[in-house]
Structures are given as C-alpha cells and as structure tokens.
C-alpha cells in the first residue's frame, strides 16, 4: 500500500515543481497568466488563481476533462463563450460568467 501511494505522489511533484518553474507562470504554485495573441491593447491577460480553485475542488474537477495535465494551454474566450475549458464552469450560474472581463484581465 505505501509503495502504490508514493508512485502515484511522484507524478504529481514532479508536475507541481515543473508549474513553479515554468517562465511566465503565477508566482503561486500553479498560478498562470495566460498570454495572448489578439485583444484589445488595454486589456491584460487573463490571470488563472489555481489556488483559489483548489481551495474549493480536487484536482480530478477539471483534469483531464476539461484541461490536461501539462503547459501550453491557452483557453479563448471564443471557446469559453461555447461553454469549453473555463466557460464549463463560467456560465453564471457554477460560477461567475466569462463576461467580467476584470475578473480574470488583471495587471501583472
């Protein structure tokens, strides 16, 4: 039993310590600032606050439904709109809708 919990606890270290490593990343632990190649020039990329989310779900809420489990993801607000990765849950309803632009558009 400890063997089978240790190999599955690697994994998610290794994937944990490679987040807090990345360039252009939170600097809380999984924390993202998402870039972007269009928008408006005011408006600042989108900011992901992993932690926040954590407080409330586990992992398996949104990994690997709705996003996986590696770097590069870089959601659309085009795509959110449709209900896919963040628009899942920021519909209005499970969570505030994706039209609030200053909840996740926040300066660095």
């Not at 190999?7 to 290794?14: D, I, M, Q």
């Not at 990343?25 to 900011?47: C, E, H, K, N, V």
């Not at 628009?87 to 558009?105: E, I, S, Y």
Request: with cysteine; aromatic share 10%.
């Amino acid at each position: 039993m400890k063997n089978r919990i240790l190999c599955g606890a690697l994994p998610l270290v290794a994937l944990c310590l490679s987040l807090f490593a990345a360039p252009g990343w939170g600097t809380t632990l999984g924390d993202i600032f998402y870039s972007r190649d269009a928008g408006p020039a005011d408006q600042p990329p989108a900011y992901f606050p992993h932690w926040v989310h954590r407080i409330k779900y586990k992992c398996y809420a949104c990994h690997d439904a709705l996003f996986p489990m590696q770097r590069g993801a870089n959601p659309t607000m085009a795509a959110m709109e449709k209900g896919a990765s963040c628009g899942a849950c920021h519909n209005g309803k499970t969570a505030f809708a994706v039209d609030t632009c200053q909840r996740c558009h926040v300066s660095q």
